[in-house]
């Protein structure tokens, strides 16, 4: 039998890898109304991750995204449950200021996945030169007509977190419902000094309504200077939204301060 000619395998061209491409977001400024504008930050597919607080101007708003930038990289998030049991997160600064808040989400882990995105966008996301109108921002002053007298009374607590030592106040309603809460603090003093000044500009009717992505109203309590004190939980309509505005002024009038 004659010897057959083996012959070598052919070489396979190997093909150049495709280089995945990389999600770039976007940042956006937009203005809200009446002089007021906020920065958002938008993943590739446009879903918004996060939306600043209210800057008096375009610049303001411009730095606002630096800061927040700076903040998401030193990783100063705080996951916090409202009174529906859902979650959202709080993005702040190193002097604890309120920079931005999450949207809502109906499990802990969702609200991690959020935070993930967050910072897997935020540094690479590019900037956006047009200024979009998003005029959302309803200014609500509270029904004054409030009887001081009346039985049914709110209660402030000065509440000290188990974990941390540090402190907040709390508004509650006479029914025991959670109605503000503020930033915590690490002294019992400067938890009683915030709840001086929510008091103050509750009573000052210094309240906005705004809405946030899936279209849902939240209430913010501000200081003059427009920086966030504290917020209400959201709600699907703007009367239902007003009436917890109402009810938070009430009680912040009735209010008597509980003891620790």
Not at 42 to 54: H, T
Request: a positive charge; glycine letters at 4%; aromatic letters at 8%.
């Amino acid at each position: 039998m004659a010897n057959e000619k083996k012959t070598a395998p052919k070489k396979t061209e190997e093909k150049p890898a495709v280089e995945k491409k990389k999600a770039i977001g976007k940042w956006i400024v937009k203005h809200k109304g009446d002089g007021e504008y906020a920065s958002y930050l938008l993943a590739s597919n446009g879903e918004v991750l996060l939306v600043s607080e209210i800057y008096s101007s375009v610049d303001g708003a411009l730095q606002g995204i630096e800061t927040i930038k700076k903040n998401i990289a030193l990783g100063n998030f705080e996951l916090v449950q409202d009174k529906a049991k859902r979650y959202f997160y709080k993005l702040k600064s190193s002097a604890n200021r309120l920079l931005c808040v999450g949207e809502v989400y109906s499990t802990k882990q969702s609200c991690v996945n959020s935070v993930d995105s967050v910072k897997r966008f935020a540094e690479s996301a590019v900037l956006s030169e047009k200024i979009e109108e998003d005029l959302t921002i309803v200014a609500y002053m509270p029904n004054k007509n409030v009887d001081e007298k009346s039985p049914l009374k709110g209660k402030w607590k000065i509440v000290e977190d188990d974990d941390t030592g540090e402190f907040c106040a709390q508004l509650f309603a006479s029914n025991g419902e959670l109605l503000l809460s503020s930033e915590y603090v690490s002294t019992e003093k400067a938890a009683k000094t915030s709840l001086q000044n929510i008091r103050k500009n509750a009573l000052a009717g210094n309240f906005i309504i705004d809405r946030d992505k899936n279209k849902n109203y939240v209430f913010k309590l501000r200081n003059e200077k427009k920086s966030v004190l504290c917020m209400g939980a959201s709600y699907k309509t703007l009367a239902a939204c007003q009436k917890a505005v109402d009810s938070t002024y009430r009680f912040c009038v009735t209010a008597v301060v509980d003891k620790l």
